[in-house]
Structure formats: C-alpha cells, structure tokens
Nanobody, 126 residues
C-alpha cells in the first residue's frame, strides 16, 4: 500500500520560510511524478509544483516560481517543498501526491495523481 507522509508545516510570520517534506513508501514505479498541492478553506485545491523523480525535472505554476522550490532525496524517496517569502495568502493545507507516468512531463493537476498524503497545515500570519 502506497503511503505518503507530509511534515514540516506550521505557523510562520509573513516573509518567513518553511520546508515541507513528503516521505513515500511502497511507491515502486520507475517513472513517477511527485507533486505538491494546497487547499485553502473555501477554495479549490491548487497544484503548485511537481518533480519527475527519475531525472529531477521540475515544474511550477507561475505564481510560486522564484518563491517555492521542489526537490528530492531520491535515495530516501522523499520530496521537499522549500517555501520562502511566505505570504498570508499561502495559508492552506499542503498535500503531497504521487503519480506513475508513461512520459517525463509532470502535470500539476490533481486528477492526474492517484496517491495522496494526509496533508500538513501551513499558516502565515501578517
């Protein structure tokens, strides 16, 4: 059974930083994407970034480019999301997700990802 466990969320002042981690287990796909998503209260889930784990190719939505960085420790099956210059509007539940893929491009669309973690809360105070 695939398991994704997020950690690293918390409460931070605007302008601060957090690094989220996602540890994956039983995810034995040679080609896969790992993604980070978030959902704020009353809003739809939003894809933020994804990484093609075999090659390290990364993809971001425009609104987080330059502030958020997705990375991985391939040997540990762990993906990270470094978030800098945090804003109050970044407050949300953050989720890690995984998807086996045929190609090398990672879509940052939630319906493309069959495996999800439980989420970690990020709160940014003004």
């Amino acid at each position: 059974q695939v398991q994704l466990v997020e950690s690293g969320g918390g409460s931070v002042q605007a302008g601060g930083s957090l690094r989220l981690s996602c540890a994956a287990s039983n995810l034995a796909y040679s080609r896969k994407c790992m993604g980070w998503f978030r959902q704020a209260p009353g809003k739809e889930r939003e894809g933020l970034a994804a990484i093609y784990t075999s090659a390290g190719n990364t993809h971001y939505i425009d609104s987080v480019k330059g502030r958020f960085t997705i990375s991985q420790d391939y040997a540990k099956n762990t993906v990270y999301l470094q978030m800098n210059s945090l804003k109050p509007e970044d407050t949300a539940m953050y989720y890690c997700a995984a998807a086996p893929v045929d190609g090398t491009f990672c879509y940052i669309l939630d319906y493309e990802y069959p495996y999800w973690g439980q989420g970690t809360q990020v709160t940014v105070h003004s």
